[in-house]
């Protein structure tokens, strides 16, 4: 299985500072259709996981444009330009390029 | 719009059974590989179990030793989790993920006590 290692699994962060995780894979994530299926999922406390971006840096809808994506084979990053408190949370990376799909462990965001 | 609806989920005691459903729209379902993911109360994410498009290939964690078996049936779009044995440590809000296009539900909790 692909892994998926994210860097770093806590981060404290100031209000209005920008925020970076890093998502690694243990395989090359381009598809054999030329895409990458890269996602990155928000998961607020008590809250089921919702999507931030997908195929590496696509924004969802809704998803304010302090948050980007970006990355290519098997090095990915979220970047936050400007935290602000509703960002506190889990932040995932998800492949789906290879079968089975596979997770990143997490990366805890919360307000110093 | 693409949804994943969980349902299924209630209270069962230890050694029990229950089966989860997952019912997809809004997407042509039989062409992706979906996944169970759970989640303990104030834990993080856990792999259950997957399940290729065409049904072919399933996966499962190590810790379930056989106790859950997945399944789906593509002329209703529903991906299923048979769950049997059941334990405490089974509690958790379990997640229907489609892992390609980042479709995730909005989970299902499954509680195991007597």
């Known amino acids: 299985d692909v892994v998926m290692t994210q860097s770093p699994l806590s981060l404290p962060v100031t209000l209005g500072q920008p925020a970076s995780i890093s998502c690694r894979s243990s395989q090359s994530l381009v598809y054999s259709d030329g895409n990458t299926y890269l996602n990155w999922f928000h998961q607020r406390p008590g809250q089921s996981p919702r999507r931030l971006l997908y195929k590496v840096s696509n924004r969802d809808s809704g998803v304010p444009d302090r948050f980007s994506g970006s990355g290519s084979g098997t090095d990915f990053t979220l970047k936050i330009s400007r935290v602000e408190a509703e960002d506190v949370g889990v932040y995932y990376c998800v492949q789906g390029t290879h079968w089975p799909g596979t997770f990143g462990q997490g990366t805890k965001v919360e307000i110093k | 719009e693409v949804q994943l609806v969980e349902s299924g989920g209630g209270l069962v005691q230890p050694g029990g059974s229950l089966r989860l459903s997952c019912s997809a729209s809004?997407?042509?379902?039989?062409?992706?590989?979906v996944h169970w993911v759970r989640q303990a109360p104030g834990k993080g994410l856990e792999y259950v179990s997957g399940?290729?498009?065409?049904?072919?290939?399933?996966k499962y964690a190590d810790s379930l030793k056989g106790r859950f078996t997945i399944s789906r049936d593509n002329s209703k779009n529903t991906l299923y989790l048979q769950m049997s044995s059941l334990r405490v440590e089974d509690t958790a809000v379990y997640y229907c993920?489609?892992?390609?296009?980042?479709?995730w539900g909005q989970g299902t909790l499954v509680t195991v006590s007597s």
């Open positions: 399940i290729s498009r065409d049904g072919g290939t399933t």
């Open positions: 993920v489609e892992t390609a296009g980042g479709y």
């Open positions: 809004g997407f042509i379902f039989s062409t992706y590989a």
